[in-house]
């Protein structure tokens, strides 16, 4: 079974998009673009999916953007020019940003607007626009996917403490509440109906979700669904039985049982009265503005943090959105502390959610039928799009290439596999995956392939940060990683590399083979030698890795007798858990390299037994409760490479506030936690990637994980039906064709 556990690690980035597409014809037609379903939740405040988050990068300008390396563009007015691959490319935005470190320790950013800007109504973009936007993501009812809230702004803390939202408030209260000071009875009877209804229709969409895929091979009743799920039922029970003992799993905990668990559907779809219940609550004084942002003009911003935070960068690129249209022009007044809305009030920038608006390339029109149609905004500031329409329509990721080959897509993102690549080149009379039908423009996914290994539960005497403890799970790693090449070959072809280091090598921090000091994972020995030479076949390299393998069990403690183990140190094991979730039938870019990781192991008397779930829940099940060995996985990641989520153990306060996935790995190191802050505080890039090779060297050191695959990531366009010569060139992980769209022409 497959569980769709969603967590939000690290912020998403609104001035990014995950991908997009379009199609073609001639005048009057449309560029038509292959997508997965949408959630029609097309707010920049409010969007939850990629899909939906594409449909408003449509319509919306960001106050930052970024270069083809994720950089942030500085100079949008003016334009910055930057090389790459061998060819300069200049960069435009809404704003000029000047960054000042002051003597205090606070840090200015100050915003000059361009002043030519409309919205696609004709209204001009000003400051007051922005304020009103970052007002919406700073309000202590916001509860939307940005981040812009967590930013170390002055004031913003004075600004949102004293203030809850009723939602909130009642689940705190509780079932029982005789307190009625904040709302009456019968608000409360309605919310608790109307939240264990939402419960239920969570269970139902989970039943829904494993029926509709297939899952249920035994059968298709609630308590099979939910036995798929991870939860035990009996025959006959209910939808809201299944909720109640997923309320039960969560200790009560309503918000978050339905966040964690859901299928696919939201809090807020679940809920249709949800809206009634964010309204903000005052429990305590606030102030009813926030210092930090200033207003230096009509088209001029000031953004002043309390201290140095090289991510927060990426956090202020917000949607410019129209105060005008998502908020209330007669309740905004900048020097009486009114921007556009009552602070705890978010209702009107809530009645949008389904029908963006912006100064952005296209103008929304309408979703209808799986399909959004888009107008080309004539006031778009870098000049009106080449292509009058376009059209956004739900594809199924089977259906998307056999779209492009048949003419009802002109551009899409299929699963780029091997499978879809001999497909591509089928259809080209070249043989190859461009050419005469079909144009194929390949990105490096945002993320990374990885096996993790807990530092905690593979260890020696329960010492994870021992010498003994680093060898055992060196051990390990080394013939994990001779395996790499041959797995991600089989599964992806040329659609995937093996990488060194556990970082995306789409940052720029990430290592290259050109540095002086790169170094291919785990290929040296316990003395510190190579493992490999060039002159090795497999067989050699095969027999290479176990013997260095050996050597670092040997170092751990363990017994080794004629080639093989004996015995293992008190708190060790010569067997470990590997688990992998390729649906019971090896369905996995890592599942070769754990079989023939077995394979090889049986050979020194080690057993890494393999554990294929059919239920990817029970993975996430235990790396939640601390519980997993060793496991396959995907990281995502962001444009910056901050490690705070994942690597930070907070040692130094006895492990209280780690970073919010550490405990996957078990990590606590206080080097690692003190090289982490530093590169949080410093500006300087140069600075920061020494910093962060430095941290990556640690972790490869601790053994806790062996960095598999980069994957790559594929848009497909009609050769026959687009003018490929005004797509995009050059595109990136953080610069595909849509950031360009306005450019692109359709052929005759």
């Not at 292959?34 to 959630?39: N, Q, R």
């Not at 400051?127 to 509860?143: G, K, L, W």
């Not at 702004?153 to 509440?177: C, P, Q, W």
């Not at 396959?632 to 919010?660: E, R």
Request: glycine share 8%; proline share 3%; aromatic share 12%.
């Amino acid at each position: 079974m497959i569980k769709k556990k969603i967590a939000l690690l690290l912020s998403l980035l609104m001035i990014i998009s995950s991908l997009a597409a379009c199609s073609g014809g001639g005048k009057g037609t449309a560029l038509v673009a292959g997508y997965s379903p949408f959630s029609s939740k097309f707010s920049p405040f409010f969007y939850s999916t990629a899909y939906d988050n594409d449909v408003q990068i449509m319509t919306n300008v960001f106050l930052l953007d970024v270069d083809r390396l994720g950089m942030i563009v500085e100079k949008g007015k003016t334009g910055e020019t930057r090389s790459y691959n061998n060819t300069d490319y200049t960069y435009y935005g809404p704003a000029d940003l000047t960054i000042t470190e002051n003597s205090d320790g606070t840090v200015d950013y100050d915003f000059a607007l361009r002043e030519d800007m409309k919205f696609s109504d004709g209204e001009p973009l000003t400051a007051d626009d922005v304020i009103f936007s970052m007002y919406a993501y700073a309000d202590p009812t916001y509860d939307g996917s940005h981040t812009f809230f967590s930013l170390p702004i002055k004031g913003m803390e004075e600004y949102r403490k004293g203030m809850s939202t009723l939602f909130d408030l009642l689940v705190e209260a509780g079932k029982d509440n005789k307190d009625f000071k904040n709302w009456d009875e019968a608000t409360q009877t309605k919310f608790w109906e109307d939240l264990d209804a939402a419960g239920a229709a969570m269970a139902q969409d989970i039943v829904d979700y494993c029926i509709g895929n297939g899952y249920n091979a035994e059968g298709d009743s609630v308590a099979k669904c939910a036995a798929n799920w991870g939860y035990e039922l009996k025959e006959d029970a209910t939808v809201e039985d299944f909720w109640a003992e997923i309320l039960k799993a969560y200790e009560g905990d309503y918000k978050t049982a339905i966040d964690t668990e859901k299928a696919s559907k939201a809090l807020d779809e679940l809920m249709p009265t949800y809206n009634d219940y964010t309204i903000g609550i005052e429990t305590g004084n606030s102030v009813d503005f926030i210092e930090g942002i200033q207003k230096t003009g009509d088209y001029g911003v000031k953004v002043t943090m309390t201290e140095v935070s090289a991510p927060a960068i990426y956090q202020l690129g917000v949607a410019i959105s129209p105060l005008h249209y998502y908020g209330d022009k007669s309740a905004y007044d900048y020097d009486a502390h009114k921007f556009g809305f009552p602070k705890g009030d978010l209702s009107s920038v809530r009645a949008k959610t389904t029908e963006p608006m912006g100064a952005g390339p296209y103008k929304f029109k309408k979703f209808d039928n799986g399909v959004v149609s888009f107008e080309a905004n004539e006031n778009y500031y870098l000049g009106a799009p080449k292509t009058k329409n376009v059209q956004f329509i739900e594809s199924q990721d089977q259906d998307k290439l056999n779209g492009v080959v048949t003419g009802t897509i002109d551009v899409t993102d299929p699963s780029f596999s091997l499978d879809k690549i001999k497909a591509i080149q089928a259809e080209n009379s070249n043989g190859e995956v461009t050419g005469d039908k079909i144009t194929t423009d390949t990105v490096n996914n945002l993320g990374y392939g990885y096996v993790g290994i807990n530092a905690k539960n593979v260890s020696v005497g329960g010492k994870a940060d021992s010498a003994e403890s680093k060898n055992l799970r060196k051990a390990i790693a080394t013939v994990l990683s001779r395996f790499r090449d041959v797995s991600v070959d089989s599964y992806y072809g040329e659609a995937a590399s093996v990488i060194n280091y556990p970082i995306s090598d789409t940052s720029w921090a990430a290592p290259q083979k050109t540095d002086d000091d790169y170094a291919i994972a785990f290929s040296k020995d316990v003395e510190g030698n190579d493992i490999y030479t060039s002159d090795m076949d497999d067989n050699a390299k095969d027999e290479a890795a176990l013997k260095a393998a050996l050597g670092f069990f040997e170092a751990a403690g363990y017994t080794v007798t004629d080639g093989k183990l004996t015995a293992a140190p008190e708190g060790a094991k010569l067997e470990y858990e590997a688990m992998i979730p390729a649906d019971g039938t090896g369905d996995h870019p890592s599942f070769m390299l754990l079989s023939n990781a077995h394979d090889a192991f049986e050979k020194i008397g080690f057993n890494l037994r393999v554990n294929d779930l059919t239920n990817s829940a029970d993975l996430w099940t235990k790396l939640d409760a601390k519980q997993a060995e060793i496991w396959c996985a995907a990281w995502g990641a962001t444009p910056d490479p901050d490690m705070y989520q994942i690597y930070y153990s907070d040692v130094a306060n006895g492990h209280k506030n780690p970073g919010g996935d550490n405990d996957k790995y078990g990590i606590e190191d206080a080097e690692l936690d003190k090289l982490i802050m530093d590169a949080r505080t410093n500006t300087d890039q140069t600075y920061r990637k020494a910093v962060y090779k430095s941290c990556l060297d640690i972790i490869i050191d601790w053994a806790v994980e062996v960095p598999i695959y980069q994957r790559q990531n594929a848009f497909i366009f009609s050769t026959e039906r687009v003018n490929i010569d005004t797509v995009t060139p050059d595109m990136t992980t953080f610069y595909n064709w849509l950031r360009e769209i306005h450019n692109i022409e359709l052929t005759k």
